[in-house]
T-cell receptor, first 113, second 111 residues
Framework: EPEVTQTPSHQVTQMGQEVILRCVPI?????FYWYRQILGQKVEFLVS????????KSEIFDDQFSVERPDGSNFTLKIRSTKLEDSAMYFC???????????FGPGTRLTVT | DAKTTQPPSMDCAEGRAANLPCNHS???????VYWYRQIHSQGPQYIIH???NNETNEMASLIITEDRKSSTLILPHATLRDTAVYYC????????????FGKGTSLLVTP
């Protein structure tokens, strides 16, 4: 069965550093999403992306965050200058045209020290 | 999006039906009810969705009351692998379709 993959599974970075989290959505999907989950808290929506542009974003998704689909397969989330409070599990998801279901990846655990 | 209310936790014996309630009393006519679950910090997994009719798939059944103010997710024969946090989400169908997860119900299936 097709699945969303994410790399790395765990990333440790120092405060102020830039990080790029990578996702490979399911190949024929057109809608892409990033969510995060701080340890012990609920899953929070960050951003949705369609047709090479952001279609919706939350208040969390400020100027420190950016997303990109650099080629036909990858979808990335960049955090420009990480803060301690960015430590969380980051989930990528994708959805096909006309589909109700978002498929989530296994997540990248980001630890900012 | 309409607000949803779910019990924080529930227990169910293995092999029995698990009935997970969700209250969405402010739901509007064009809002759908979606259920996802998250097994121990894995990525959330879609279960089922509905508008006003009851729905069933290979994973579960969704019963929506006639006034649409509440719904129940039914796992007909719960297994230990069904232990997870279950999220009831209400929102309209649109191109963005961002999911707003609440705290959900933590379901523990016991042997």
């Amino acid at each position: 069965e097709p699945e969303v993959t994410q790399t790395p599974s765990h990333q440790v970075t120092q405060m102020g550093q830039e990080v790029i989290l990578r996702c490979v959505p399911i190949s024929n999907h057109l809608y892409f999403y990033w969510y995060r989950q701080i340890l012990g808290q609920k899953v929070e929506f960050l951003v949705s992306f369609y047709n090479n542009e952001i279609s919706e974003k939350s208040e969390i998704f400020d100027d420190q965050f950016s997303v990109e689909r650099p080629d036909g397969s990858n979808f990335t989330l960049k955090i420009r200058s990480t803060k301690l409070e960015d430590s969380a599990m980051y989930f990528c998801a994708s959805r096909g045209q006309g589909s109700w279901e978002q498929y989530f990846g296994p997540g990248t655990r980001l630890t900012v020290t | 999006d309409a607000k949803t209310t779910q019990p924080p936790s529930m227990d169910c014996a293995e092999g029995r039906a698990a009935n997970l309630p969700c209250n969405h009393s402010t739901i509007s006519g064009n809002e759908y009810v979606y259920w996802y679950r998250q097994i121990h910090s894995q990525g959330p997994q879609y279960i089922i969705h509905g508008l006003k009719n009851n729905e069933t798939n290979e994973m579960a059944s969704l019963i929506i009351t006639e006034d649409r103010k509440s719904s129940t997710l039914i796992l007909p024969h719960a297994t230990l692998r069904d232990t997870a946090v279950y999220y009831c989400i209400v929102r309209i169908w649109n191109s963005g379709y961002a999911l707003n997860f609440g705290k959900g119900t933590s379901l523990l299936v016991t042997p």
